[in-house]
Nanobody, 125 residues
Framework: QVQLVESGGGLVQAGDSLRLSCAAS????????VGWFRQAPGKERESVAA????????FYADSVKGRFTISRDNAKNTVYLQMNSLKAEDTAVYYC??????????????????WGQGTQVTVSS
């Protein structure tokens, strides 16, 4: 069982930066792929970024490539999402999720076993 808690969201202006954190409980967290998803009002939840258990493999959605960076510190059971050059269209609730799948696509919601409650990110233009 893995429990995930997101933090770091807030209200910022376009061009600003935020760093989201996903803190996990569970001794085996280091063996999970972790992904960040977001859901804007009226839209489906979409994959933003993901990182493998070792950090050796990452995925980024085209919309955030070059602006967002995912990283993890397994000693602290925490995954981070550094978000730079934020845009109004980045406004959404951001969720982190954990997957036990080793060779998945990393981007499909169906691959993830555990989800956090989400943190709101609002970017004003």
């Amino acid at each position: 069982q893995v429990q995930l808690v997101e933090s770091g969201g807030g209200l910022v202006q376009a061009g600003d930066s935020l760093r989201l954190s996903c803190a996990a409980s569970g001794r085996t967290f280091g063996s999970y792929t972790v992904g960040w998803f977001r859901q804007a009002p009226g839209k489906e939840r979409e994959s933003v970024a993901a990182i493998s258990w070792s950090g050796g493999r990452t995925f980024y959605a085209d919309s955030v490539k070059g602006r967002f960076t995912i990283s993890r510190d397994n000693a602290k059971n925490t995954v981070y999402l550094q978000m730079n050059s934020l845009k109004a269209e980045d406004t959404a609730v951001y969720y982190c999720a954990a997957s036990s799948r080793v060779f998945g696509s990393m981007r499909s919601r169906d691959e993830y076993d555990y989800w956090g409650q989400g943190t709101q990110v609002t970017v004003s233009s």
